[in-house]
């Protein structure tokens, strides 16, 4: 019945996206597509660079709407993010990606099945990626994985180090925790949980398996597909392969080191000498208006400046946290200013972007489109910097409008206790500046 709901509802949805008259043969594929969108759980594979990337969600029907959430499991529980934008047309389906312009273009392939393309818009050429996807089934990566067996320990903080294939590198500390299963598993559930923190930020939720030697990590969150790949060497190093996407690929070696820790993310990004303020004026995303810190507004008040995209996903973490907190504590004299670097340089394209994020997040603050996503055009825009390394960077001003502080990154809920950390920073920093 439930099925038959998705299809009647699939129906709807194609008669509003089409103003021409659709036969009846092209209603009824329409139809047939739709039902097979079945409630419950699902497993997809993305098949990219000769690997599958797993990925879990849920088909829900709430308010006679369908809705598919992405599940992403990690250290500290998962998270489960809403796309409720699905619509038909002949004999596909489109699920949008939440906040991201992204989706995935699905079609029936037999009962309970389907297959089709995650494609990202936001470039120059569309970005597709094929998948497939089975109601309530195991994936085959899945399936393979769980004959390696017994399973050797990853838990722990290792010290790690990224190579792309040009020889540059980048330090990070990936942090695992895997728990014991049963030999053979009684029930298939991923046993390995981490992620990578970076001195721009991680790579958040990310959930896989353990055994023999090897282990193997993936995340998809609707904009980024990740996969790592990993095997225990005979001097407990690890050893091996990180894939994004559609072409991005990366090696990475592995030690094992409680005391592993990035540089201070307050000292990455920093003013040029003989600067203490930042000097601009944006279009705001309400047409006509723009945003300056010299504002009004923002006059004897603490001044918190997000650099950020809708593209990005640790942005997506900060502004998760950022989006609550402003309401708790605006009263106290604080504002936030977010400021908007996205994919097109086009401001109608990219205040509606900027838009959407603010719905999905319910952002009370004020958006401003500050450039197009790349260091080159903050820099540019923001004269004063003499050094930025990436989305997000939080800036702090003081009563007086003066930089006191630059943190770089942001560590979200998907570290675990670092997530934690990061939270009491940014509120004893926003503590000492009211105080003053």
Request: aromatic fraction near 10%; proline fraction near 5%.
């Amino acid at each position: 019945m439930k099925s038959l709901s998705f299809a009647l509802l699939a129906a709807t949805l194609l008669a509003g996206c089409n103003s021409s008259t659709t036969s009846n043969s092209g209603e009824a594929s329409a139809v047939s597509a739709a039902a097979l969108l079945t409630p419950g759980p699902w497993r997809g594979e993305l098949a990219t660079q000769g690997q599958k990337i797993p990925f879990l969600f849920e088909v829900k029907t709430e308010a006679s709407q369908p809705v598919v959430y992405l599940i992403n499991k990690g250290l500290n529980g998962e998270e489960r993010l809403r796309c409720e934008e699905i619509s038909a047309a002949g004999d596909s389906v489109t699920i949008r990606m939440h906040v991201f312009d992204a989706a995935l273009v699905v079609r029936a392939d037999g009962k309970d099945k389907l297959q089709g393309t995650w494609v990202k818009y936001d470039s120059k050429m569309p970005y597709r990626v094929p998948l497939v996807a089975t109601a309530g089934s195991e994936t085959d990566t899945v399936k393979s994985i769980y004959k390696r067996m017994p399973l050797v320990g990853f838990t722990g903080n290792w010290r790690t180090t990224f190579r792309d294939d040009t020889g540059s590198s980048y330090e990070a500390v990936g942090v695992f925790a895997e728990k014991q299963r049963a030999n053979p598993p009684v029930h298939p559930d991923q046993n390995l949980t981490g992620t990578f923190l970076t001195t721009t930020g991680d790579y958040r939720y990310l959930s896989g398996y353990s055994g023999e030697k090897s282990l193997s990590l993936s995340t998809f969150d609707g904009s980024h597909a990740f996969l790592f790949t990993g095997k225990k060497q005979p001097d407990g190093t690890i050893k091996g392969n990180f894939y994004s996407g559609k072409s991005g690929h990366e090696t990475w070696t592995a030690t094992l080191d409680p005391k592993a820790k990035l540089p201070d993310a307050d000292t990455l990004t920093y003013l040029r000498k003989g600067e203490s303020r930042l000097n601009f004026k944006f279009p705001s995303i309400v047409a006509g208006a723009s945003i300056s810190p010299t504002d009004p507004k923002y006059k004897g008040k603490v001044v918190v400046l997000q650099i950020l995209g809708s593209w990005c996903p640790n942005c997506m973490d900060e502004t998760n946290y950022l989006a609550p907190w402003y309401e708790q504590n605006k009263a106290r004299g604080v504002e936030i200013i977010g400021l908007g670097y996205e994919r097109s340089p086009d401001y109608q394209q990219a205040a509606s972007r900027l838009l959407n994020m603010k719905k999905r997040f319910n952002i009370g603050y004020d958006l401003a489109v500050a450039g197009v996503s790349n260091k080159d055009s903050v820099a540019k825009s923001l004269p004063q910097l003499a050094k930025f390394l990436g989305f997000p960077t939080t800036i702090f001003l003081d009563k007086k409008g003066v930089v006191r502080s630059i943190r770089t990154g942001f560590s979200g809920p998907g570290t675990g206790q670092y997530y934690e950390e990061e939270k009491a920073h940014f509120n004893r920093t926003i503590d000492k500046l009211l105080k003053e």
